[in-house]
């Protein structure tokens, strides 16, 4: 079956195909910038690139349908400042943007619409292919908002974007550090879902607070849309309520690898079924061992696997970023980039790898369309 | 008149031709570059209108005082050179 990917990396927009049983790489556009995010909209076919220009600042791209000819459309840009309250604690963030973080399209039934979601912490919606966007303000304006802080970055900044796709009115966001949010009503008003969760890194007094939470990655099933995965700062997670209660899973993964890491992909079709790639723990950001895995569980977190054939087995340091492990449609082709630019395939739901390349730039996100 | 000058740099993304202005100030030189070139506004300021964190402007020689309201004082000649900071890499 072919299948194609869209890769950012610190250098450039790559595209991955695989044709005939054969994967090949080719450049994709903005060779040597930036490129944050992408994303294919398969309800028009136009696909979305954010550059993170060292300079001059965050730009947003389109290429439409079967061309190759991408034009700069608007970006977020934050509302005026306004001072903080006199009682804050917080010295609020900047309200600038300093980076798209994550692009999602709207549903079926909201022809035009995308999200983006960015550093710092803000969620934007778009109502016309991302010509314009406006700051979803329920969200920035949240009472807890002065309790999240920089996970990875110095700032909050809001990576997943989790749209129903029974009903695209109904949204799960993740932050980092700023815990997970639903909304029922398009962005309206806003409910904490990370109910289940412990913050390992706060004071015990806090560890259950919900604006604390650093869910690395969240994923949504696409067929059980009730059912998320989590890979946490300090464990994994796995919602079946539509994030209504989150039940940790993290130990079996510990039991043949480790469940500290950052991304998660989740099944399209098989509600029990998601991937991992550990990492030592967060004060060691390299594989166990030196030794590249995949963790994957097909009960729902019961019990994991270590998934190693055709990944490097010594002296590899190659860590993979929350967006940087993808699967396709078909829930058997997989792609991970890591950030030493190596990228590797699976055809089999990850018992097998090939390695596509060992000479990319750092991989930021993959994405496949 | 006061003359901007922008990087070259900002050639490999958008036009950024020399902009001649009667501006008495940075802000309103910039303002004047803007209308002419509105897609610049974007690339020199940021969100808040400050000029982005990794560029700086040089006028007739010395660095600019305020990067939050370029409020710093053009002379009938002056030579305004906006450039990229190094510490943007």
């Known amino acids: 079956m072919n299948a194609r990917a869209l890769l950012s990396t610190r250098k450039g927009l790559f595209e991955a195909s695989r044709e005939g049983g054969h994967w090949s790489l080719r450049e994709a556009g903005f060779a040597g910038e930036p490129v944050s995010c992408a994303l294919h909209d398969s309800r028009d076919g136009a696909v979305y690139a954010a550059l993170n220009l060292g300079h001059f600042g965050v730009k947003l791209h389109r290429r439409e349908p079967d061309t190759e000819a991408w034009s700069e459309i608007g970006v977020p840009v934050y509302p005026p400042q306004q001072p903080a309250q006199q009682d804050a604690q917080q010295k609020d963030v900047e309200w600038t943007l300093q980076m798209i973080w994550s692009l999602a399209a709207g549903g079926n039934d909201a022809p035009g619409v995308l999200w983006a979601g960015t550093l710092p912490g803000g969620l934007f919606r778009s109502a016309d292919r991302g010509t314009s966007w406006e700051l979803v303000r329920s969200l920035w304006d949240e009472p807890s908002r002065p309790e999240w802080f920089g996970g990875g970055y110095d700032v909050p900044g809001l990576h997943s974007i989790c749209v129903d796709p029974r009903d695209s009115r109904h949204l799960l966001v993740g932050i980092s550090c700023g815990g997970a949010w639903v909304t029922r009503d398009g962005g309206a008003s806003w409910k904490a879902a990370v109910a289940g969760m412990r913050a390992a890194y706060m004071p015990p007094e806090r560890a259950e607070e919900p604006a604390v939470q650093d869910p690395h990655l969240i994923a949504q099933c696409r067929a059980s849309p009730d059912v998320y995965w989590c890979q946490h700062h300090n464990g994994i997670w796995r919602s079946a309520d539509g994030a209504g209660r989150w039940e940790e899973i993290g130990p079996a993964a510990r039991a043949v690898a480790s469940d500290f890491g950052f991304a998660v992909a989740a099944h399209p079709a098989d509600p029990l079924t998601a991937w991992f790639v550990p990492a030592i723990a967060d004060e060691r950001r390299i594989p166990i061992d030196a030794a590249l895995c995949v963790t994957r569980t097909r009960d729902g977190g019961k019990s994991f696997e270590a998934l190693r054939e055709g990944l490097p087995q010594r002296q590899c340091y190659d860590l993979v970023y929350r967006h940087g492990l993808a699967v396709a449609p078909d829930g058997r082709t997989l792609l991970i980039g890591s950030t030493t630019g190596s990228v590797w395939a699976s055809g089999d739901g990850g018992e097998r790898w090939e390695l596509l390349s060992a000479h990319l730039p750092p991989v930021y996100a993959v994405t496949f369309f | ?89």
């Open chain 2, 1 to 89: 008149m006061p003359t901007l000058i922008f990087t070259q740099q900002l050639r490999r993304f958008i036009p950024a031709p020399e902009v001649t202005t009667a501006a008495a100030t940075l802000r309103a030189a910039l303002e004047d570059a803007f209308g002419a070139h509105p897609q610049l506004r974007g690339y020199v300021l940021d969100d808040q209108g400050h000029l982005r964190r990794h560029l700086t402007v040089f006028i007739d020689g010395r660095r600019l005082r305020d990067h939050a309201d370029l409020s710093d004082p053009l002379q009938p000649a002056s030579k305004v050179h906006v450039m990229q900071a190094l510490s943007g890499g």
